[in-house]
Each structure stands twice: as structure tokens, then as C-alpha cells.
């Protein structure tokens, strides 16, 4: 029995949902646990969840044929992850969605949803909205990523995950950041020298 | 009257699509031309239509806060453009959407967006399959981009984009990659001399 506040409201909240549909639709989903650096999907494997996230925090990335780890994206509370190529085209994930914290996961299986995709008019405008609105956010952080020096993109990162360096190891800020750990601490030091008022910076 | 095989094949694969919604949708479209270098969308004005390019190359891009010009994506024949938070949302757009060659649109407007948003489910099914796919290959770029040499870059954009060197010039090829001209220059002459078979460069 699912008792998210946040999940529910947002299930509640598609539009021209029924409550018949909502109890079932609800009862589709599970919790499940990770560990902290517990993998929910790993390169090589078909993604075969698609989940909310409950508690805890996660980075998906590739590793590349250069051999970088590339972090695409953190998830925390109240984010959806998932391998969508992976999960919707039954295709091997090229990615990996990794626990950076002990995590809670409320999950929907493929079967389960294909079977909502079909049936309700409601859970599919739901997931189209969701996809939308993560579309226009990814194309927007393609035109800054671009352009932008390691220092503004470090900037832009904190206001857009503020509790990022209180949760996320600095190494895989800096893969994020498409930058070495040793640049990214020279960002740090040189916006601490100019007098910016940083966040607490907690090593780990 | 729609002719552009391509568009009709496309408008004609909306799954469950019937034949007398196929020929009121097809009938909300109307061709546009640009000249080479004309905006259909500027920065600040609100993105009315959404288009489909039946002939001709477009570059989305934004002006960011530090001056620079970034490239978010081109724009070939059988891709769609629009700002889609714009759009969607009636948002004054921060982006630009520019013509590379003399080009030719199949648009349609707001208004008529939403009437087959709202009322044919094949509309609504098309547009969310194409959002997802392009949220799908946003997501696969950004793993690249973040880890990757200019040099792979630049390797990568030759694949994903075989007409490039042809059509676009090269300062906007530059401000794709996120590198200066110069830089571009330098890419060229290194993988020419180690005797890669590169495209034949036309510079504009």
C-alpha cells in the first residue's frame, strides 16, 4: 500500500483520472530499497521499471568509449528514473542508474505499464506531460552546457540541485561537470577567494 | 494542398488514425518559405506554430548570458522545430530558430494544435511518441557532449549529421561543438593529417 504523500498527489493530479482507476492504477506500483551504490540498472541489462523516487538520491550515466564516467543527470526526491529507450523498446540499457545514498523507490514493471499506456486515457497523459516537460528542461541545459566555462556551469548547478554537494560525492560532481576533481576544487577555491557565499562543502 | 510525400506518410502513420480525421488534420497545415538567414522564431516574441521542414536547414540556438551563441540542435529535412515551452505554454521564447538555406515549412498554429490535441487521440499519440524520441536522443547527447574531446565531438557530428560540412557554415558549426573557429580549424588539420578520409569541406 503506497503512502507517499508527493506520489499520490501526483497520481491523483492526471488529468480526467477516475478513482476507480486511481486505486488500480496505484496498486501497480511497489516499494522497493536500494543500498547506497546499489545499481537499479546496470549497462548491458533491459530496463524493466520505471520508478518515483521516494527517498534518496541516484546518478544515471554512460561510461564512454574514451573510458570517462559522463553523469547525464542526478535524481533526487520526487524525480522519475529510468533507462526510457531501455525500458520502452526492450532494448540493452547503455546506461547505469546508481544509489548515491540508501534510497526508496516506488516502481512500476513493463507489463504493468504497457497495460495502463493502453487502458487509461489518464496514465498516458500523465506520462506524456512528464516526458514534455523533461524535454524542454533537457534541451535547455544542451544550449548552456555548451557554452557555458565550468565555473558558470557549477554555479548554474547549485541553484538547480541545491543539496548537491551535501549528497553527492565530488567526484561524480565533476562528472557531471564534464571536469577533473582537481578542477572542480579549483573552481571552489577560486569562487571562495572572489567571496561568493558557497554552501558547505562536505568532502566525501 | 499538402504534397510532400514524407509528411503525408508521417501524418498517415498516427496510430488508429481514420481517414476523415487524416484529411481535416492534413487541411490545418499550410506551407511557409523562408530566405536563407530569416527567423521563424526570435528570442522574446511567443512561438505560434510548430513546423515541419520539407526542404531546407535551421539552427535552434540561444544567446546566453555570457555573449556566446549555442547551438542546441540543426534542424534537416523530415525534423520538426518549435520552442516547445513556448509553444506549449505561451512563454516568451529564449531561443531563435534561424534558416540556413532558402527553406520551406508545413506548419500549423496554436490554435489548431490544440483542437487535435484535444480532440483525436492519433494526434495526441503521434506528438507524444515523437516528444519521447527526441527526449531519448536529447539524453543520449548529453552523456556525449559532457565527456567528450572537441575531436570525438566533432567525429560524432559528422556521423549524426552526414550534410553539415555542405550546408552549414562554419562559425555555426563551431558554436555546435561549444569551440571557437579556431579551434574548429585546428580539429580539421589534425584529423587530415592522420590521414582520416574526411568529407569535402566547403567553406562558406
Same mark, same amino acid.
Given at each position: 500500500?503506497? $503512502?507517499? !504523500?508527493?506520489?499520490? &498527489?501526483?497520481?491523483? +493530479?492526471?488529468?480526467?483520472?477516475?478513482?476507480?482507476?486511481?486505486?488500480?492504477?496505484? #496498486?501497480?506500483?511497489?516499494?522497493?530499497?536500494?543500498?547506497?551504490? %546499489?545499481?537499479?540498472?546496470? !549497462?548491458? /541489462?533491459?530496463?524493466?521499471?520505471?520508478?518515483?523516487? &521516494?527517498?534518496?538520491?541516484?546518478?544515471?550515466?554512460?561510461?564512454?568509449?574514451?573510458?570517462?564516467? +559522463?553523469?547525464?543527470?542526478?535524481?533526487? %526526491?520526487?524525480?522519475? =528514473? +529510468? #533507462?526510457?529507450?531501455?525500458?520502452?523498446?526492450?532494448?540493452?540499457?547503455?546506461?547505469?542508474? $546508481?544509489?548515491? !545514498?540508501?534510497?526508496?523507490?516506488?516502481?512500476?514493471?513493463?507489463?504493468?505499464?504497457?497495460?495502463?499506456?493502453?487502458?487509461? !486515457?489518464?496514465? *498516458?497523459?500523465?506520462?506524456?506531460?512528464?516526458?514534455?516537460?523533461?524535454?524542454?528542461?533537457?534541451?535547455? *541545459?544542451?544550449? @548552456? #552546457?555548451? +557554452? %557555458?566555462?565550468?565555473?558558470?556551469?557549477?554555479?548554474?548547478?547549485?541553484?538547480?540541485?541545491?543539496?548537491?554537494? /551535501?549528497?553527492?560525492? &565530488?567526484?561524480?560532481?565533476?562528472?557531471?561537470?564534464?571536469?577533473?576533481?582537481?578542477?572542480?576544487?579549483? =573552481?571552489?577555491? @577560486?569562487?571562495?577567494?572572489?567571496? &561568493?557565499?558557497?554552501?558547505?562543502?562536505?568532502? *566525501?
Amino acid at each position: 500500500m503506497i $503512502q507517499s !504523500e508527493t506520489f499520490l &498527489n501526483f497520481i491523483h +493530479s492526471a488529468p480526467g483520472i477516475t478513482p476507480q482507476e486511481e486505486v488500480q492504477i496505484l #496498486d501497480s506500483f511497489k516499494y522497493i530499497t536500494l543500498n547506497n551504490k %546499489e545499481f537499479f540498472l546496470r !549497462e548491458g /541489462q533491459i530496463c524493466k521499471q520505471i520508478a518515483y523516487v &521516494n527517498k534518496g538520491c541516484f546518478s544515471y550515466f554512460q561510461l564512454l568509449a574514451n573510458g570517462k564516467k +559522463s553523469i547525464i543527470h542526478f535524481a533526487f %526526491e520526487d524525480w522519475w =528514473i +529510468s #533507462d526510457l529507450e531501455s525500458f520502452l523498446n526492450r532494448k540493452v540499457a547503455a546506461t547505469f542508474l $546508481q544509489a548515491l !545514498e540508501p534510497s526508496e523507490l516506488i516502481c512500476i514493471g513493463r507489463d504493468e505499464f504497457e497495460k495502463w499506456m493502453t487502458n487509461s !486515457e489518464a496514465f *498516458r497523459s500523465c506520462f506524456a506531460l512528464k516526458t514534455q516537460r523533461a524535454y524542454i528542461k533537457a534541451l535547455e *541545459r544542451t544550449g @548552456k #552546457d555548451k +557554452s %557555458e566555462s565550468a565555473e558558470e556551469k557549477y554555479l548554474r548547478m547549485l541553484k538547480e540541485y541545491p543539496q548537491i554537494i /551535501q549528497r553527492v560525492p &565530488n567526484y561524480d560532481i565533476a562528472a557531471y561537470l564534464g571536469i577533473t576533481p582537481e578542477s572542480l576544487s579549483r =573552481i571552489r577555491r @577560486k569562487l571562495a577567494g572572489d567571496g &561568493n557565499i558557497l554552501p558547505n562543502v562536505n568532502i *566525501r
